[in-house]
């Protein structure tokens, strides 16, 4: 069965550095790779997504993530943060292109940013 | 506008006493799923439906149940809560397609007391 690291659990950060929060999974076969965001009393949302193609995949709000295949690494970056990213991040893994796919989460990561 | 809600936001509850969590959907989507979350761990996939077909995982335990009546909506029924149900209860939602993205609602935290 697929599983997801992430390392960082909890990550305190001062406004305008750069962040970059690891995610591994453990899976041979073809994966596609998100990640989520939640923020303070609301839904989880999308950020961003990989399916296939550029392993450098941009999301919103300034959100970028590398896919590197030897590593099985999809770690999310944001060269600035701001206050406004305080929020939990998880990363998440489906397998394969069709039929039944289940997600699969990290335990997810506490961005803390202070202003 | 919210495309997934959970109702209600939060539920108390008693020990042993039945109780069910209830998500919509406005999307359409073919297949919905039940999380549960507790405090710093990652959401767990309790069961999902596709379309009206049931799919329960492994080792979700039998005091959960679950229940689908149209496409619009799902519950989620705990016939016994115990202390160790007291969760966040996540519903989702996805559509038919090769590659899904799921999409949340807020999520109801239930307490057992």
């Known amino acids: 069965a697929q599983s997801v690291s992430q390392h960082n659990h909890h990550v305190i950060l001062s406004e305008a550095a750069s962040l970059e929060l690891g995610c591994n999974y453990s899976?041979?076969?073809?994966?596609?790779l998100f990640w989520y965001v939640q923020y303070p009393g609301q839904h989880l949302q999308l950020l961003l997504k990989?399916?296939?193609?550029?392993?450098l995949v941009k999301g919103i709000k300034g959100f970028e993530a590398e896919f590197i295949k030897s590593k099985f690494s999809f770690n999310l970056r944001k060269p600035s943060v701001q206050w406004s990213d305080t929020a939990e991040y998880f990363c998440?893994?489906?397998?394969?292109?069709?039929?039944?796919?289940?997600?699969?989460f990290g335990i997810g990561t506490k961005l803390q940013v202070i202003p | 506008d919210a495309m997934v809600i959970q109702n209600p936001r939060y539920q108390v509850t008693q020990f042993g006493k039945p109780v069910t969590l209830s998500c919509s959907q406005t999307?359409?989507?073919?297949?919905m799923y039940w999380y549960q979350q507790k405090s710093s761990q990652a959401p767990k996939l309790l069961f999902h439906?596709?379309?009206?077909?049931?799919?329960n995982e492994a080792d979700t335990p039998d005091n959960f149940q679950s229940r689908r009546p149209n496409t619009s909506f799902c519950f989620l029924d705990i016939r016994s809560p115990g202390l160790g149900d007291a969760a966040m209860y996540l519903c989702?939602?996805?559509?038919?397609?090769?590659?899904?993205?799921?999409?949340f609602g807020q999520g109801t935290r239930l307490t057992v007391v």
């Open positions: 989702a939602t996805s559509n038919r397609g090769t590659r899904r993205v799921a999409f």
């Open positions: 899976y041979g076969g073809t994966v596609n």
């Open positions: 990989y399916f296939s193609g550029d392993p």
């Open positions: 998440a893994v489906t397998l394969g292109s069709g039929g039944y796919q289940k997600v699969t």
């Open positions: 999307l359409n989507h073919n297949v």
């Open positions: 439906y596709y379309d009206k077909d049931f799919n």
